[in-house]
């Protein structure tokens, strides 16, 4: 008579029949599994290049957000001093020039994010 040996709740008895075999053979499969599943996620954490472009992409549309809000105040701000000079008839001068400094800095904002 053969006898075999078995893990039960981690340590290893002596014992006899079929059903220990293949309560090894599954506790084998699950072991793999459970290798397969260490492997691929070891695997994506060394996987760089995936990592950066990743990143860069949230940090694009982060940017891309930033510059959409800057560009909605500069507007906000244009229309509100548009409103203003005609309501006060402030000199075109004053209106240009204002209108020139805002998108001055929303140039430099966007240009700021891009680099």
Do not use: C, F, W, Y
């Not at 029949?17 to 060394?46: N, S, Y």
């Not at 940017?63 to 500069?74: L, N, P, S, T």
């Not at 004053?94 to 966007?110: C, G, T």
């Amino acid at each position: 008579m053969t006898r075999s040996r078995t893990p039960v709740n981690g340590h290893v008895r002596a014992g006899d029949g079929a059903g220990e075999v293949a309560a090894l053979r599954a506790e084998i499969r699950h072991t793999r599994a459970e290798l397969g599943d260490t492997v691929q996620a070891l695997a994506a954490k060394m996987d760089v290049k995936a990592r950066m472009k990743e990143t860069a992409a949230q940090r694009t549309a982060q940017m891309k957000d930033g510059a959409d809000r800057a560009v909605e105040r500069a507007q906000r701000s244009l229309r509100q001093a548009g409103d203003s000079a005609r309501r006060h008839q402030v000199p075109l001068i004053l209106v240009v020039a204002a209108s020139v400094m805002a998108a001055a800095a929303v140039a430099a904002l966007v240009a700021r994010g891009r680099n």
